[in-house]
Structure formats: structure tokens, C-alpha cells
């Protein structure tokens, strides 16, 4: 019985990925949203090493969401890339993306899966360094929705795990926050920035 629901709880978090991806991606061609590509890149590599370290961790069924957005991830950087998303990169952007690259030899040498975890989530966290001054500065080219399903999508997957430590819930966990974090920022600088065009 717990299998089932742990199995319910991951085709939720999948169909709330699918959910929110296809739409996004959408948004994405038609010039609508524009990703940083430099966050993308981040989350893309983090995001499939973490879905391995979970699976290692017998994370289970759980872990399958994760190995979907890996994927999707990936896709996104590339699409950002092409599509020229947001050609504004500071130095700050640089210094996040500099030290999430130089982080990631520390996840190899480390044979435990919860120091991977550990290291590629601090390293996914600094990856929403350049997102979160975007959405500071530009707050209306990014989605809110795709935001929020991400936040459940990331939820349903913390339940559906098979086994739960540190290494396993850790990094959904940080990602909900991050993008809870994300959607604050966009929703005040809309607020704001609605105000003084008034």
C-alpha cells in the first residue's frame, strides 16, 4: 500500500514537471520568457548528478521527477542559449556560474552520496544567483506559474521517496525554497513596479 501512494505522489510530481515544462519551453520559443542561461546551465548539471546520488541513496520512484527535470533542464539551458534568453550577464553572473563549476570536482572525489547531495545542492543554490537579480530587475519575463508548479512539483516529490535522510530530501526541499524564494521576488517587483508606472 505505502508503495502505491509513494508511486501516486511520483506520477503527480512528473505531471506536474510535464505541466509546467511544456508550457515554460512554449514561452520560451515564442520569446515570451527568457531564461537566464547561466542558472539553466547550473540547475541542468546539478539536477542530473542528483537524480544519480538520489537513485544510489534508493531513493526509488521518488527520484524519477528529478531525472525528468535533469533532462528538461538541460533542454531549457540549450534553448536559452539559442533563443538568446537574457543577454545581460554581469560579473556577478560570471562569479556564480565560475564558482558553481569550480564546486563541481568536489562531488567526484566524494564516494558518499550525501556529500554529492550536499555539494551539488549548495552549488544548484548559487545557481539562482543570476535568476534572482533578473527577476529583480526584469520581473515580467518570467512565469509565476511555472514557479509555483515547480514548488508543488517539488513537494509531491519529498513524499513520493522510499526512503527519506538527508541525502534523498534535501535538494527538492532547497529547490522548493529557491523558487519560493524566486516568485516572492518577482511577485514584489511587479507590485512595485506597477505602482510607479501609475
Not at 509513494?6 to 520568457?33: C, D, E, N, Q, T
Amino acid at each position: 500500500m505505502e508503495f502505491n501512494i509513494k508511486l501516486i505522489f511520483s506520477g503527480i510530481a512528473i505531471a506536474l514537471a510535464l505541466i509546467g515544462f511544456v508550457p515554460y519551453i512554449a514561452l520560451i520559443l515564442r520569446g515570451k520568457v527568457k531564461p537566464h542561461v547561466f542558472s539553466w546551465v547550473i540547475w541542468g548539471i546539478t539536477t542530473t548528478v542528483i537524480f544519480f546520488a538520489q537513485l544510489e541513496a534508493e531513493g526509488g520512484v521518488g527520484a524519477w521527477p528529478i531525472g525528468l527535470s535533469g533532462f528538461v533542464t538541460i533542454l531549457i539551458a540549450i534553448l536559452a542559449y539559442l533563443k538568446r534568453g537574457d543577454a545581460t550577464i554581469t560579473r556577478a553572473d560570471w562569479g556564480f556560474l565560475l564558482a558553481a563549476i569550480a564546486s563541481l570536482p568536489l562531488w567526484y572525489v566524494t564516494d558518499d552520496p550525501l556529500w554529492t547531495v550536499v555539494i551539488l545542492t549548495t552549488i544548484d543554490m548559487i545557481g539562482f544567483g543570476p535568476t534572482f537579480r533578473k527577476a529583480y530587475h526584469r520581473p515580467f519575463e518570467d512565469s509565476r506559474v511555472f514557479f509555483i508548479i515547480m514548488i508543488l512539483r517539488n513537494a509531491c516529490s519529498v513524499v513520493a521517496l522510499e526512503a527519506y535522510s538527508v541525502t534523498t530530501v534535501l535538494f527538492p526541499f532547497c529547490l522548493a525554497v529557491g523558487f519560493l524564494i524566486l516568485l516572492i521576488i518577482l511577485q514584489y517587483r511587479r507590485v512595485v513596479l506597477a505602482h510607479s508606472a501609475i
